[in-house]
Nanobody, 121 residues
Framework: QVQLVESGGGLVQAGGSLRLSCAAS????????MGWYRQAPGKQRDLVAS???????NYADSVKGRFTISRDNAKNTVYMQMNSLKPEDTAVYYC???????????????WGQGTQVTVSS
């Protein structure tokens, strides 16, 4: 079983910055893909950014050049630095992790509990 603990959300003015963190713990063999999704009220949950275990990254067009995803494999932690925040970035942000179970037989996907990011204009 994998637990994800998120932190770093909050209220910030437009143009400000926040840094999200998500730490994975529990029993697993490995973690490969890690990412962040967000969901605004009345909208679907969308991918914001992802990073593979090799370090390659992928970003939604709306955040390219403003957000940076990174990971610390030794700590099983993924980060997302969010700069130049806009009111339209307001949403609940969810951490997402894929990996292999301890017996290496199955893949798992785990979601964080969500952290609120609110950007005021």
């Amino acid at each position: 079983q994998v637990q994800l603990v998120e932190s770093g959300g909050g209220l910030v003015q437009a143009g400000g910055s926040l840094r999200l963190s998500c730490a994975a713990s529990g029993s697993f063999f490995s973690i490969d893909d890690m990412g962040w999704y967000r969901q605004a009220p009345g909208k679907q949950r969308d991918l914001v950014a992802s990073i593979m275990d090799g370090g390659s990254t992928n970003y939604a067009d709306s955040v390219k050049g403003r957000f940076t995803i990174s990971r610390d494999n030794a700590k099983n932690t993924v980060y997302m630095q969010m700069n130049s925040l806009k009111p339209e970035d307001t949403a609940v942000y969810y951490c997402n992790v894929w990996g292999y179970t301890y017996d290496r037989r199955n893949r798992f996907v785990s979601w964080g509990q969500g952290t609120q990011v609110t950007v005021s204009s």
